[in-house]
């Protein structure tokens, strides 16, 4: 009788139990020891890839604000008051693909999180007044970001890489829209209406719960939640024919930044493509890859170099960055990144040294977690 092959090795250590409610709410439970202290994470599958209609660019970020400004059973004030009381950790983030909404509370008042936060997801409530003030905020930190030279680079990389999709403008939306946004206070609450439902979002708790009462009690307080979500018309980026190489200019003082993005596939987790390339990162641009020895060791020609795919719900850009000491050295740390990448092309890596890298990132995410449970 032949043996059966091994299982596969366990990477995340603790189960994960899914449910998926009537409403199409999917909720993640991870139960885990750590010590009454529990994480609560609303992901909505939406951000900059959702915003396809012309002139309405940064609104999922928007409603990242929007979010704290209360409802009429909570106001804003009565909800941060709630927030204070329960010494809990509250915020949130929007990126290409999502919005993710954060909490990390004591095991006790899980319950009461889930009460307010289903509550301000089924019923957002803000004035015109509130909304134009908010409007006014999200400018301000857009002009604050124009003030990073990282961010000033990035934003024009985008737009010269994505042409027809919607990855072409950030998070943060075309400064032209978020300018006039003060005046799209109707289209606010159709946005809302059409991104947030719950068949477009996933709940996720861990740490320090019972399964079967976390599913209880989230069905009680999301099930009234009504569907209604709308997907988004996204236009396909048309294959990029040649390379597109732009120099973008700053106001202010920086040392000469390089962003090189070479289209990537979509990110998928059982795709070996796309984990092959999580490794080519590592291997030709990390810390132990040849051109980081050479370029920022021993000729110091670069503050950094670094690679990374996007992990984009479509076809992202896989990059590459670095900071050049002297702006002479431009051309030539270009032509080595060039001979780094062709390099990896034509020779295969070794075992041995895939192996060690493989190890690397392995220990290295579970270092990850232990760390942020001893935070907590």
Not at 30 to 35: A, F, I, K, R
Not at 256 to 265: A, E, F, L, Q, V
Not at 283 to 304: D, N, P, R, W
Request: proline share 5%.
């Amino acid at each position: 009788v032949a043996a059966k092959p091994d299982a596969p090795a366990k990477i995340f250590p603790y189960e994960m139990h899914q449910k998926t409610l009537d409403n199409g709410l999917q909720v993640v439970v991870v139960p885990m020891p750590s010590d009454g202290l529990v994480s609560y994470r609303t992901v909505v599958r939406t951000g900059a890839r959702d915003e396809y209609e012309k002139g309405h660019t940064g609104f999922a970020h928007f409603f990242e604000h929007m979010m704290f400004r209360g409802t009429e059973k909570y106001p804003a004030d009565k909800y941060g008051e709630l927030v204070t009381k329960m010494g809990s950790d509250s915020n949130a983030y929007t990126s290409t693909d999502r919005t993710v909404y954060e909490f990390d509370i004591a095991a006790e008042d899980l319950e009461t999180v889930m009460e307010i936060e289903s509550d301000r997801f089924m019923n957002l409530s803000y004035s015109e007044e509130v909304f134009q003030t908010e409007a006014g905020a999200v400018y301000g930190e857009y002009r604050k970001n124009k003030a990073s030279p990282g961010f000033v680079l990035y934003e024009a990389v985008r737009k010269a890489a994505f042409s027809k999709h919607t990855y072409g403008h950030t998070a943060m939306g075309y400064v032209e829209d978020i300018k006039a946004m003060p005046t799209m206070y109707e289209y606010s609450k159709r946005f809302f209406s059409r991104y947030y439902r719950p068949e477009n979002c996933t709940v996720i708790v861990a740490g320090d719960v019972d399964k079967d009462k976390v599913f209880a009690d989230i069905e009680k307080y999301y099930s009234p939640w009504k569907k209604g979500y709308k997907a988004p018309r996204i236009t396909k980026e048309p294959r990029q024919r040649k390379e597109i190489r732009i120099d973008v200019p700053y106001e202010g003082q920086t040392l000469p930044m390089i962003s090189i993005g070479y289209k990537g596939d979509a990110y998928t987790d059982d795709d070996p493509v796309y984990a092959a390339s999580i490794l080519l990162a590592d291997l030709a641009f990390g810390e132990t890859s040849k051109i980081h020895k050479e370029l920022v060791l021993e000729k110091q020609m670069v503050q950094y170099i670094g690679a990374s795919p996007a992990m984009d719900r479509d076809p992202g850009l896989w990059g590459i960055w670095t900071v050049v000491n002297d702006p002479k050295d431009i051309d030539a740390v270009l032509a080595r990144i060039d001979e780094a990448v062709i390099e990896y092309i034509r020779h295969p890596v070794s075992d041995e040294r895939l192996a060690r890298v493989k190890s690397a990132m392995k220990y290295g995410y579970l270092k990850i977690g232990r760390a942020s449970c001893r935070e907590r």
